[in-house]
């Protein structure tokens, strides 16, 4: 096995090439694939668009998220808002906390739905440009 990996590795030999012949038909540094231009879409309005409005949605989202998080330990470690019982025993940062995780639950829910509608789009940019749209 070490062979194998030092065969791999080891690129000065043209035949370590012959017998690795699938790693010859992978291009990684190839802007095409299967025939898509992906410097045409990166320049297309419609690629813009879509760019503009999913960062539209997660900038803030991520904000919301972070700050939403972020305000419980500054919350219970410089003040005392959240120590008053809110029902019963149970004070207001277990609401809080507990809050949390449902909001965590519901973003991911709100992040599946519109990322399913961005992946749509995105499919359609796609197919455009097999068609041959963006020339």
């Not at 090439?17 to 992978?26: A, D, M, P, Y």
């Not at 219970?76 to 449902?102: E, H, P």
Request: glycine share 4%; aromatic share 14%; hydrophobic share 40%.
């Amino acid at each position: 096995m070490a062979n194998n990996l030092e065969s791999v590795f080891n690129t000065a030999s043209p035949s370590n090439l012959k017998t690795h012949s699938k790693v010859e038909e992978v291009n990684i540094y190839s802007n095409t694939s299967e025939g898509i231009n992906y410097s045409a879409i990166a320049q297309s309005p419609e690629f813009k668009t879509l760019k503009r409005k999913k960062n539209k949605f997660i900038l803030p989202i991520s904000i919301f998220f972070l700050l939403s998080y972020i305000s419980l330990p500054i919350l219970t470690s410089y003040t005392t808002l959240l120590n008053n019982n809110a029902f019963g025993d149970v004070a207001w940062v277990w609401v809080y906390a507990i809050s949390l995780f449902v909001m965590t639950w519901v973003l991911c829910m709100i992040y599946v739905s519109k990322a399913n509608g961005f992946d749509k789009e995105a499919n359609q940019i796609v197919e455009k440009e097999k068609a041959g749209g963006y020339e």
